[in-house]
């Protein structure tokens, strides 16, 4: 993974343009979080990066996206703070459709906001065999 990021800035240097400094910071955080196993220091990171650079519509919503996946692997104390940053992202970033769309999962995973409209589940009898109840026209 550490190639990739190395790349994707040379790649950027190649074709002429230095890479963006929202860009290299938001690298800078994803490398804390994944090789460095710090998600508490990449939480911060991403803050920063919002916090600085939230007119960069498609950096500040990946930050955030990545900023609630993080407090979903702190475990379950921390599912209100990811739900802010995913509504977040829905709330002011809506013209990131990806993103947006990738946040709007995670809300309804965590049963937020972001799920209406979404899948809904239910068990459902397949047939009345083996009940002993005589259903009326009205279900009851």
Known sequence: MRQILILTILAFLAAG????????????????????????????????IVSSYGNNHAVAAQALVRMGQCYEKLGEAQAKEARAAYERV??????????????????????GSGGRGGL????????????????????K
């Open 90 to 111: 829905v709330r002011e970033y809506a013209d990131q459709a990806e993103i947006v769309a990738q946040a709007r999962v995670r809300l309804a995973a965590l049963g």
């Open 17 to 48: 343009q230095g890479p963006d400094r929202a860009e290299v910071q938001l690298q800078a955080a994803i490398k804390t979080e994944v090789f460095d196993g710090n998600l508490k220091g990449a939480i911060e990171q991403y803050k920063k």
């Open 120 to 139: 809904v589940t239910r068990q459902v009898l397949a047939d009345a065999s083996g009940v002993g109840v005589v259903l009326t026209a009205d279900g």
